[in-house]
């Protein structure tokens, strides 16, 4: 191997990850983290356990995915496997959503909202809490080993420990009745899936909000590199504003010097204290400008707020700004104020279309009847001829009874002059137009149906088997289907 | 070409030593996880090796310490679903055959039973859906020539229909009227005229009319007056629109010349009592099963010794 010169400007193709220590701040942005925290987690963690009465025959969890019987409960709303349209939309909403957020504000999801930001944050408190803010941590990190820092690890990584457990122990609640679940999971009678999910969930929630952290936004995760491609020079993003920072005096002392009166004031207002680059959590520098390593966490801008502050010049050294306001404001014109930037066509655009879909799958659900009608016509034999000349054919019909209590439906042939029905467990004497049938609640009955017909008509004939739920006139379906019988000559 | 070899100068590294274009191709050393992998499985392959089947030999393989099999798997699946089946087989073995229907669980399994039976020993004549064809009856109608509730269609499938090895088999012969010269080809024109007549296939006719004299005669002894057939001998129905061998003018002709002689194997023979009762439950399922004569003295007695008899 050859050595390579240490003047050689060539990147290096690897770069060792080294350990980030974000200081504690304190700011609007911080506290607006604190709250998207708390109701973030919140929501996670109780969700599951908040019950929602549906009577007799349905679960009483107000949020379940019923995997094993294929039902899946949010509120007052049921979806069965065949609406999983539902499910689809609620995911077009949330990619037009995500559209929105980042052409209006940037990567606002990456910075307060994504899950790895919100445990990286909760471990990272965790770790101060432990072992105090950023300097001690490095001193702790630098000192060798000893009782003291062994104590200080183990209870650490113990309380991460504990963290992922719960996270991924929360997770498994809501695919099953979360009282119920709990108990088997302490008694150790839960089903081995359980237990595997939570031993999953833990791992990768301690790996990647424990050890890896930055790394899964910058190496790992594609969102930065989609969300990065869909800002414009409209997106609110964390800018530096290097007219006015530039060139940097050192120090608190210098910049007061340079404050006072008298003196020529050549210096920006950056006085390099470093702070919005020790407060980052993934270890970045914004003076250099946007970079794919920015979350815009906006935790620099408190940083920075508060030295400006502190050393009498305006705030916003650092401040969300969209590219074009840096360019008006670099000239010495009047940035456009934030709330007209967002209403631009293309928020509006993908503002429209996020409630257009979300009204529509609204009044889908409100429309939709909790009845349907499959039939599925024997296709071998097609058509058996009786004795009497008449033709018969045989359909699988299932009935779906989609509402939590039992119900009786009554199911009508529509066309078919001549034609009648009876049930399997009925004989021919009973054929009628109509049949009731009890259906359970919340489930499919599947009844094999005889439809009897003249044999004088068409090789094929279309009818159509309606259903009619008895105590709602509205709750109704059909299904199209047709009467076969023999060719003429046959 | 190793003379090309060269260190690259940003990495450090070998290059392999060709080039295509000006593109080299850098040596670098495998990455450790990939080797360890690589060995891991060479290990296991030598231990798999050991186990189980492996080498083909000029007769055979080797076998494999472990004594496994595809085939030998296979027939402990098969073991296992016959231990599993063998509560609900002994279930229907103890019930008899009218009450099976009365019980849901029986019912289903004897139902499912009979249906891959069937697939096994049926569809040849009858058809994959039971449908049959020109001379193999179709299941699904209602029409029976020995009749068409469970205990009777149990019967028929247990000793078959004029089976020469069997004394207890459904045994009827309808004579050649025309090739034993009992009728003239004029006759037996004329019967079938009636015949088509009485099934309502053709208008009223001189010749229907001589018919009706010549069926008197000859074949209302089996077939009924008004041609209603007779389940005790299998004569059918001649009054239906249901024809095992045509209804048209010529099948009929050549019916009455030459008779018919549909034969059906003793499955009881064949076949274990279960697996019987299985098959008349299923093709009395099929849509054109009849209610027993009397549900509430139904003939248990009957059946057990036709099953009884079956089995000697």
């Known amino acids: 191997m050859s050595k390579i010169d240490s003047t050689d400007p060539a990147p290096a193709l690897f770069e060792a990850r080294h350990k980030v220590f974000p200081k504690a701040v304190d700011g609007t942005y911080r506290r607006l983290k604190w709250a998207v925290m708390i109701v973030a987690l919140g929501i996670y963690y109780a969700t599951p356990w908040i019950r929602w009465d549906r009577g007799t025959y349905a679960p009483d969890q107000a949020v379940l995915v019923d995997i094993a019987h294929r039902r899946f409960y949010m509120f007052s709303i049921e979806i069965w496997p065949h609406e999983f349209y539902y499910v689809a939309g609620l995911l077009i909403m949330a990619g037009i959503g995500l559209f929105l957020v980042t052409s209006a504000v940037g990567r606002a999801w990456c910075g307060y909202a994504c899950h790895q930001t919100v445990w990286t944050d909760l471990f990272v408190h965790v770790e101060r809490f432990i072992d105090g803010d950023r300097n001690a941590q490095i001193k702790l990190q630098r000192a060798p080993w000893g009782p003291g820092k062994l104590a200080r690890r183990v209870l650490k990584h113990a309380i991460w420990l504990t963290i992922s457990i719960l996270t991924g122990g929360a997770w498994i609640f809501y695919f099953a009745d979360a009282p119920g679940l709990l108990r088997d999971l302490l008694h150790g009678s839960a089903p081995v899936v359980a237990y595997a999910t939570i031993g999953v969930l833990t791992a990768t929630t301690y790996i990647f909000g424990g050890l890896l952290r930055e790394q899964v936004c910058i190496y790992m995760c594609p969102w930065p590199r989609i969300q990065t491609a869909m800002t414009d020079e409209k997106s609110l993003i964390v800018t530096y504003k290097h007219w006015r920072g530039e060139p940097r005096t050192h120090g608190l002392k210098k910049a007061s010097e340079e404050a006072a009166p008298g003196s020529e004031a050549k210096f920006g207002d950056c006085i390099d204290c470093l702070q919005c680059v020790q407060v980052c959590p993934t270890d970045i520098d914004i003076r250099q400008g946007p970079q794919i390593g920015c979350i815009t966490c906006a935790l620099c801008i408190d940083a920075c707020d508060r030295v400006m502050g502190q050393i009498g010049r305006p705030r916003g050294l650092i401040d969300y700004a969209t590219e074009i306001d840096c360019e008006l404001e670099m000239r010495g014109e009047q940035p456009v104020p934030v709330i007209k930037r967002l209403l631009r066509p293309r928020t509006l655009i993908y503002f429209g279309l996020w409630c257009a879909i979300g009204l529509a799958m609204l009044f889908a659900l409100g429309t939709r009847t909790r009845v349907d009608i499959a039939a599925n016509a024997d296709r071998n034999p097609v058509f058996v001829r009786l004795s009497d000349g008449s033709i018969r054919n045989a359909y699988l019909v299932k009935l779906r009874n989609m509402q939590s209590r039992p119900r009786t439906m009554t199911i009508t042939l529509e066309g078919l002059p001549g034609g009648a029905m009876w049930q399997e467990s009925e004989t021919r004497a009973q054929a009628a137009r109509s049949l009731r049938l009890d259906v359970p609640a919340d489930q499919v009955l599947k009844e094999r149906i005889y439809v009897v017909a003249p044999a004088q008509g068409p090789a094929r004939e279309d009818f159509v088997f309606a259903v009619q739920a008895g105590d709602s006139a509205k709750e109704k379906a059909q299904d199209d289907e047709s009467f076969v019988r023999p060719e003429v000559g046959q | ?312």
């Open chain 2, 1 to 312: 070409m190793a003379d090309k070899k060269r260190i690259d100068e940003v990495t450090g590294v070998s290059t392999a030593g060709h080039e295509w274009d000006g593109i080299e191709e850098l040596d670098n050393p495998m990455p450790r996880w990939w080797l360890w992998a690589f060995y891991a499985s060479i290990a296991w392959g030598v231990v798999y090796v050991v186990l189980f089947p492996a080498w083909p030999l000029v007769h055979g393989a080797t076998q494999g310490v472990l004594g496994w099999s595809s085939h030998g798997q296979f027939e402990k699946e098969l073991a296992a679903d016959q231990l599993k089946k063998a509560p609900i087989r002994a279930a229907i073995d103890r019930t008899p055959i009218e009450q099976i229907p009365d019980n849901p669980a029986l019912f289903e399994a004897a139902v499912e039973g009979g249906r891959s039976a069937f697939k096994v020993h049926c569809v040849q004549c009858h058809g994959s859906g039971a449908a049959g064809g020109k001379g193999y009856p179709n299941l699904n109608d209602d029409d029976w020539l020995w009749g068409g509730n469970i205990a009777e269609i149990h019967y028929t499938i247990a000793h078959g229909v004029r089976n020469p090895d069997h004394d207890k088999t459904r045994l009827s012969q309808m004579p050649a009227f025309g090739r034993d010269g009992i009728l003239q080809p004029e006759e037996v024109s004329d019967v079938v005229s009636y015949v088509r007549l009485i099934s309502k296939q053709e208008q009223a006719s001189p010749s229907a009319q001589r018919g009706a004299k010549i069926f008197a005669d000859n074949c209302a002894v089996c077939h009924g007056t008004r041609g209603e057939g007779n389940r005790q001998f299998g004569a059918p129905k001649l009054s239906d629109a249901i024809w095992l061998y045509g209804g048209d003018r010529d099948a009929l002709t050549a019916s009455v010349t030459n008779a018919r002689y549909g034969v059906m194997p003793a499955w009881g023979a064949r076949l274990d009592p279960v697996t019987i009762k299985m098959l008349a439950t299923y093709v009395h399922a099929l849509g054109g099963g009849e209610a027993l004569p009397d549900k509430a003295t139904a003939r248990p007695a009957a059946a057990g010794k036709a099953t009884q008899d079956v089995k000697d």
